[in-house]
C-alpha cells in the first residue's frame, strides 16, 4: 500500500506564513508511483475543507477560501514532496491540516489497495 507521510505545521502568529510537506511511497523500489495529491483542512466544529490539489502534470485548483495566500507546488526529484506553502494565515486558518493521494499512476502494483491514502494530519495553530 502507498504510505502519506506529513510534516510541518505548529504554530504561528497571525500574518505570518508556514510551510507543510507530503510525500507518498510504497516500501518497494522496484516500481515507480506518481501521484495526484491533495490537501483538505479540519477545523474546529466544522467540516473537512478542500485546500487545492495537483495533479502529476503540475496543474494546481485551490479552494476559495486559501486562493491566493495558500500555493501547491512539487518536487520533481525522488520521493517528489508534495508542499502546502501558506501566507496571510489567520486564526480562521488553524486546524488540521491532511494530505492524500487523488489518483495514483504507474506500475500495477502502485494501486493495489486503492486511489486514496491519506496522511496523518499536521495541526496548524495560528494565534491571533
Known amino acids: 500500500d502507498v504510505v502519506v507521510v506529513q510534516s510541518g505545521g505548529g504554530p504561528v502568529q497571525a500574518g505570518g506564513s508556514l510551510n507543510l510537506s507530503c510525500t507518498a511511497s510504497?516500501?518497494?523500489?522496484?516500481?515507480?508511483?506518481?501521484?495526484?495529491m491533495s490537501w483538505y483542512r479540519q477545523s474546529p466544529g466544522k467540516e473537512r475543507e478542500f485546500l487545492g490539489r495537483i495533479d502529476t502534470t503540475g496543474q494546481t485548483t485551490y479552494g476559495d477560501s486559501v486562493r491566493g495566500r495558500f500555493a501547491i507546488s512539487q518536487d520533481n526529484t525522488d520521493p517528489y514532496p508534495v508542499y502546502l506553502r501558506m501566507s496571510s494565515l489567520t486564526p480562521e486558518d488553524t486546524g488540521m491540516y491532511y494530505c492524500?493521494?487523488?489518483?495514483?499512476?504507474?506500475?500495477?502494483?502502485?494501486?493495489?489497495?486503492?486511489?486514496?491514502?491519506w496522511g496523518h494530519g499536521t495541526q496548524v495553530t495560528v494565534n491571533s
Open positions: 492524500k493521494t487523488d489518483r495514483i499512476y504507474g506500475d500495477w502494483r502502485c494501486k493495489v489497495g486503492g486511489q486514496t491514502f
Open positions: 510504497t516500501a518497494s523500489t522496484a516500481y515507480a508511483c506518481t501521484y495526484d
